[in-house]
């Protein structure tokens, strides 16, 4: 009789990445090998397909996903168990307060949320961690000028950024690092240095960004939204002359 075998362990299914999330989890797996993440922050998770992905692959030692809604995070939890219990954390909160080890390199992941909401998460986050050198990586749904304005006033290191087009949307994603040690950090764009109008997707966004705050100075905040069409007005004319 032959000796028996052991049972072939089952490898949970990975999520599906759309090309925005994709986007981003190649950036951070290229990026491990120079910035060597201790922990990562999935922030606004929705249903934590990213954070999988970096914890099936082993990207890092801990992963965090943070959500404030409940359900999303208690069915997050029961998926989650398939994966050694000490790698990684679950758990509702405004990420906002976000705890973080003063003696561990992190990377705090904020996309899926507008740019306004993202800056009130900045926010409480610096406060709470002044001092820290701490890497965040953003990929905002709207408000994306408000963002990069404010990372650029603040100002934060640019670590990285580029466009990424899912399902007829562009979105930008923005690397960038606060409190950088290099004695003249690279700065953030108000409006990224990114663009090639050669490229029909960058002229397709730019344009539509330009529409967007045309309209926009039709209604509330017209004086507000002059002012950032103008910035996106002089990079066209900037880019146009270039190219």
């Not at 290229?30 to 099936?56: F, M, P, R, T, V």
């Amino acid at each position: 009789m032959s000796a028996p075998t052991q049972a072939a362990v089952i490898q949970p299914k990975m999520p599906y990445l759309g090309a925005r999330l994709r986007a981003i989890y190649e950036w951070i797996e290229s990026a491990q090998a120079i910035q060597s993440y201790q922990e990562i922050w999935d922030c606004c998770c929705d249903h934590g397909y990213l954070g999988i992905k970096i914890l099936a692959q082993e990207l890092c030692e801990q992963v965090y996903f943070v959500d404030q809604a409940r359900h999303l995070i208690d069915d997050l939890q029961q998926r989650l168990k398939v994966y050694p219990a000490d790698r990684y954390q679950a758990f509702t909160a405004d990420a906002g307060q976000l705890q973080l080890a003063p003696d561990k390199r992190p990377l705090i992941i904020i996309a899926g949320i507008g740019g306004e909401l993202s800056i009130d998460i900045i926010h409480q986050i610096l406060h709470n961690h002044q001092g820290h050198s701490l890497d965040f990586l953003f990929c905002p749904t709207t408000t994306q000028f408000d963002l990069r304005e404010y990372l650029a006033e603040k100002p934060f290191e640019l670590q990285h950024e580029t466009m990424v087009t899912e399902k007829g949307r562009d979105y930008e994603i923005i690397c960038a690092r606060w409190n950088s040690p290099q004695p003249h950090p690279q700065p953030v764009s108000k409006t990224g240095e990114h663009w090639d109008l050669n490229d029909a997707v960058h002229h397709r966004y730019l344009s539509k960004l330009i529409r967007h705050y045309q309209r926009r100075t039709l209604g509330e905040n017209a004086r507000e939204a002059r002012r950032v069409l103008t910035i996106y007005q002089t990079l066209w004319q900037q880019l146009d002359t270039a190219s």
